[in-house]
């Protein structure tokens, strides 16, 4: 047994380097850098390059120069660098959302394998804001107000302000499945006491579209006015026609 105080080494982990990440748009063509540069002196047909997305799917492969059976979705739409092994997409698709993986062999022994995340993006339709009297009294105007914005994607996060108030709307979203384009609606009950701007905001993969609609009183107030102005003119009317009738 040794004696003596006991005495630990604790080794650190190495650090693996996160992905890259690259945000493009829908429609858009974009490049992925890859981890090798083939030297002048060499060809690719000395090399392995793999090309593949969440591992299962091949984006775009070749070995000993010649190009390997890729997934279909990708037909068409890819090329690749035949030195720095750079792939490029175009058009972008929504479905091309995702972590990408480039592999290079080297007479069958791994060169260097790195990975790249592509976040794809598409921009959503400048917000619509209606509104809609639910009621009316003589003193408030009761009103729900609709903000939408559609075809975007990822999913948004939509926010509001109330004459440079920030507030908050009651949001849902829409989308056929979690790589779609999505609707999104917010709506809120504003009692309405006198002339307001709203304003409606949609975020998305750090861009935003924003409208801004201004509720005037003027042609509700007058409407309340009239209605309020009739009713007691009715009352004062009734009452009358009452004391005659008493009398």
């Known amino acids: 047994f040794l004696k ?24 858009e063509k974009v490049s992925l850098p890859c981890c090798h540069e083939i030297p002048s002196s060499e060809s690719l047909r000395k090399y392995r390059v793999y090309w593949q997305k969440n591992i299962t ?6 070995s000993e120069g010649n190009m390997l059976p890729q997934h279909e979705r990708y037909q068409n739409r890819t090329e690749m660098d035949p030195r720095n092994l750079t792939l ?4 972008v698709e929504i479905l091309d959302n995702g972590s990408y993986q480039c592999v290079v062999q080297r007479n069958s022994v791994l060169v260097c394998s790195e990975s790249v995340i592509l976040f794809v993006t598409a921009d959503f339709s400048k917000p619509n804001i209606t ?10 105007t009761e009103m729900v107000i609709t903000c ?34 999505y609707n999104v609606t917010g709506k809120m009950v504003l009692n309405v006491t006198k002339d307001v701007t709203i304003t409606c905001s949609v975020e998305y993969s750090g861009f935003a579209t924003s409208t801004s609609l201004l509720l005037s009183m003027f042609y509700s107030s007058k ?25």
């Open 57 to 62: 799917d091949v984006v775009l492969a070749y």
């Open 131 to 140: 509104a809609e009297v639910s009621a009316d009294s003589c003193k408030l």
């Open 4 to 27: 003596g105080p006991a005495k630990f080494v604790f080794r650190q982990a190495p650090v693996l380097p996160l992905p890259s990440a690259i945000l493009v748009k829908v429609g």
């Open 88 to 91: 490029w997409i175009s058009p």
């Open 148 to 181: 939408s914005s559609h075809g975007g994607f990822p999913k948004p996060r939509i926010s509001g302000a109330l004459n440079n108030m920030s507030m908050e709307w009651n949001a849902s979203w829409v989308s056929e499945s979690s790589f779609s384009p």
């Open 223 to 247: 409407r309340i006015f009239f209605s309020c102005c009739y009713q007691k003119k009715y009352s004062e009317i009734s009452l009358g026609l009452m004391f005659l009738l008493w009398r």
